[in-house]
């Protein structure tokens, strides 16, 4: 009797198993699948997998191009634009700051850009990172003296990077702030050939920070994520965890690598 109630859904399983086979197979060519590729590379039966074809063309999950070659279908477009729309950065972001955090025991921070300023959007930290925060969520800094500031004017043309010069006249909050375009630009510079930004005390005295970008799955950057620490505590070391916690969220978002802006 247990068997009987069991072989049911194990059978559920290896169809959907065979399905997503499938269908990985069809995503990772460009043009139309022969019946008789998809049956060599997918393991299946040409009889299985052309019952299971058959299926899911009804279902609009794949197109029947000509007798014996397919495509992925527009239903999987379809549906991917509704998870799309409901997710949200913050969403994809929240797990994977945590655990940032949690193996830096640094602030870890998500802003996102509007107009000419960040807003912090989201923070991980903790009282005993021995940094006093000042910039609470929804907290804002200027874009020439923020690490992820920096990221998203460094995707600016050069013409778009003059006229922020000239709106926000580059003020400075101390000695280290970055006021003159020609050393803006060096800046960016420096950015778009590294893939991370950096801000070495220049928007507030004693805490450094680095950033790196999320993107979406059209490839534009959408989102900056960033470590801040006391100065004197900013370890080179949480680079590469930083820059591939950020790549994580963007892939959940739908980012390739490669993918353009």
């Given amino acids: 009797m247990k068997m009987e109630t069991l072989e049911p859904a194990k059978t559920s399983i290896q169809v959907i198993e065979r399905m997503v086979a499938l269908l990985d197979v069809l995503a990772s060519y460009s043009d139309p ?6 049956s060599k590379v997918s393991g299946l039966h040409p009889s299985t997998a052309h019952r299971i074809l058959n299926d899911m063309v009804v279902t609009r999950f794949v197109d029947r191009v000509e007798p014996g070659t397919y495509r992925l279908g527009m239903r999987l477009l379809e549906l991917g634009n509704v998870v799309k729309s409901r997710l949200s950065v913050r969403e994809a972001a ?13 602030t870890v921070n998500l802003s996102v850009r509007q107009g000419d300023e960040i807003v912090y959007i989201d923070r991980a930290f903790s009282e005993r990172s021995g940094m006093q925060v000042v910039r609470a969520i929804g907290g804002r800094g200027p874009l020439h003296l923020t690490s992820t500031g920096k990221l998203f004017l460094s995707v600016d043309e050069a013409k778009a990077i003059r006229a922020y010069a000239t709106r926000t006249g580059l003020a400075g909050h101390n000695k280290n702030s970055i006021t003159d375009l020609a050393r803006l630009e060096r800046e960016l510079a420096l950015v778009r050939s590294r893939g991370y930004a950096r801000d070495n005390e220049e928007l507030e005295l004693g805490v450094r920070c680095m ?3 999320i993107h979406d799955d059209s490839g534009k950057l959408v989102a900056g994520l960033s470590i801040s620490a006391p100065a004197d505590r900013l370890q080179e070391e949480w680079l590469e965890d930083l820059v591939n916690t950020a790549a994580q969220i963007s892939a959940t978002l739908g980012h390739r690598v490669g993918a353009g802006v």
Avoid: F, I
């Fill in 33 to 38: 699948v022969s019946l008789k590729e998809l």
């Fill in 94 to 106: 929240v797990d994977l700051m945590r655990a940032l955090h949690n193996k830096t025991r640094q």
């Fill in 211 to 213: 950033a790196a970008g």
